[in-house]
């Protein structure tokens, strides 16, 4: 059974940043492929950002440019550094492990997430 800790949330001005950790265990996390998905209230998931188990990173069209991915796989660790954040970022974010080319989430349970709030 996967178990992820996501942490790092918080209350933050707009244009301002945070730094998410989302902490993996019961699995091989080095052969992983990792993404972020956030919640807004009354909104679907949605797909944030990916990172393969070689590195390679994918980002959805509105954090591009803002947000960064990466991982420590000594630490089994994915980190999400989110730069210049936006009203429109405020959600609950989730880690999850992805499926190899669709970066869709694998099944499973997700974690309890990280509140993120923007204020303008």
């Known amino acids: 059974q996967v178990q992820l800790v996501e942490s790092g949330g918080g209350l933050v001005q707009a244009g301002g940043s945070l730094r998410l950790s989302c902490v993996v265990s019961?699995?091989?996390?080095?052969?992983?492929?990792m993404g972020w998905f956030r919640q807004a209230p009354g909104k679907e998931r949605d797909f944030v950002a990916g990172i393969t188990w070689g590195g390679g990173r994918t980002y959805s069209d509105s954090v591009k440019g803002r947000f960064t991915i990466s991982r420590d796989n000594a630490k089994n660790t994915v980190y999400l550094q989110m730069n210049n954040l936006k009203p429109e970022d405020t959600a609950v974010y989730f880690c999850k492990p992805v499926s190899r080319g669709s970066w869709t989430p694998v099944s499973g349970s997700w974690g309890q997430g990280t509140q993120v709030t923007v204020s303008s």
């Open positions: 019961g699995r091989t996390f080095n052969t992983a492929n």
